[in-house]
């Protein structure tokens, strides 16, 4: 897409984040599968789990009743989550001292641009084997790193080679790489449209560039269509570190099971309400629309919208009002909690949702961990749990991809 030099755009993932921490600082969990999220006996779901872990089928999001099922001896730790958020510091830091165009994706995720090392460091092999050393160095963690000469290709590079993954892939590879991969590695391509893909044959990317647009339109519609068909042909941006100026700001989580318990969804729903107003704080906004998503098991996907009195960036006022417009009924397979019609944050009044919000016994708790944590968050840096304003650049939708289902902030 562009039309200056080459670019080198790096996409560097951090293997089992918040796992790998809790194995490297106690090593007797080191080879056995640990599970960080809920407890089990208990609602909610998986955070991260090690490679051990996976090889159960346990993944991120999943319940942690069915991640218990599945491996019953597995370790089962709360996240420290304040000691995460030092630890993705320290690599930040460490990516900072590589290139100053380092956009964050997540808490253990970014991309770089490291176009101009070149003449510094050297070929991109040699840049990414340094960064991976010195996050090693820093942190005693393995990092993935993907290299291309944009965004999609770095990010499917990184996935490629993971765990402790390095595979650069040059301009004159990308139609050879992206053509052996499945379709299912393209942004956009979940639930909904692979089976779609799968019924024409479509396995990988390389059939489906077998497809003219027209065709492809005629099976996805335009949008998703035309989405693909650029995918398909190593067509994205390389822009990194830019945003768009934000209009909503949602979290959600695709369940690995439909989930019917109103409990879990509680759960959930109450934890995505606090990443997103962790990340409204940590950009300073507010949002004065609280919107609630379900997709229900057949695809079927519901909003709906409440406007509050003020703007808030409250987790309890966010989380209160999307449980106020959730109505029990048939299994779900996604929930999500976003925000818009933004603007600056407004003083919370204590009681304006007491009916429906937490009792203040919660509250106090609560608000002193939020404190905490938004400490951390400042010292830490903006955008540390927020991602990319593009959302066509986005690390690819795997939240729709039943297999391996994770949780992410969307922002558009
Ligand atoms: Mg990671």
């Not at 933004?342 to 939020?370: H, I, K, M, S, W």
């Not at 400490?375 to 990319?388: D, E, K, M, N, T």
Request: aromatic share 4%.
């Amino acid at each position: 897409m562009s039309t200056g030099p080459a670019r080198w755009i790096m996409h560097l993932d951090m293997d089992a984040f918040y796992a790998a921490v809790e194995q490297r600082d106690n090593p007797a969990l080191r080879g056995l599968p640990v599970v960080v999220g809920a407890q089990p006996g208990g609602r909610g779901v998986v955070a991260t789990c090690s490679y051990e872990a996976r090889r159960f089928g346990i993944h991120s999001a999943m319940p942690i009743q069915e991640a218990h099922r599945r491996c019953p001896d597995a370790v089962y730790l709360r996240p420290r989550m304040a000691h995460y958020l030092e630890v993705a510091r320290q690599i930040r830091a460490v990516m900072a001292t590589c290139t100053p165009v380092v956009e964050p994706i997540s808490i253990d995720e970014a991309f770089l641009d490291v176009s101009g090392l070149a003449h510094l460091i050297g070929p991109p092999a040699t840049i990414g084997a340094q960064i991976k050393a010195a996050i090693r160095d820093a942190v005693g963690l393995t990092a993935s790193v993907g290299i291309g000469p944009n965004r999609l290709v770095a990010k499917i590079a990184s996935d490629f080679g993971k765990p402790d993954g390095l595979v650069v892939v040059p301009p004159e590879q990308v139609l050879d790489f992206l053509g052996g991969q499945p379709v299912g590695v393209l942004r956009g391509v979940g639930s909904r449209t692979l089976p779609i893909l799968q019924r024409l044959g479509l396995r990988t990317v390389a059939d489906l560039r077998r497809l003219s647009l027209t065709q492809l339109q005629a099976q996805v519609g335009p949008r998703i269509a035309a989405s693909l068909y650029q995918q398909a042909r190593g067509i994205a941006s390389d822009r990194v570190g830019e945003r768009a100026a934000r209009r909503s700001l949602s979290k959600e989580t695709t369940f690995g099971v439909d989930v019917a318990d109103s409990g879990v969804l509680r759960d959930t729903l109450r934890g995505l309400a606090a990443e997103v107003a962790t990340a409204a704080r940590q950009e300073g906004i507010a949002g004065r629309t609280v919107t609630l998503k379900i997709r229900f098991c057949g695809f079927e996907t519901h909003t709906r919208q409440r406007r509050l009195p003020r703007h808030s960036d409250d987790a309890r006022t966010l989380f209160a009002t999307a449980w106020s417009l959730y109505e029990a009924g048939k299994p779900v397979r996604l929930i999500g909690l976003g925000i818009a019609d933004l603007g600056a944050p407004e003083p919370v009044q204590p009681d304006l949702f007491d009916g429906a919000a937490e009792r203040p016994a919660d509250n106090d708790r609560e608000r002193r961990l939020t404190v905490a944590v938004d400490r951390i968050h400042a010292r830490f840096g903006v955008g540390a749990l927020v991602s990319a304003a593009d959302p066509m650049d986005r690390a690819r939708g795997l939240d729709e991809t039943p297999e391996c289902p994770q949780s992410h902030i969307r922002v558009s």
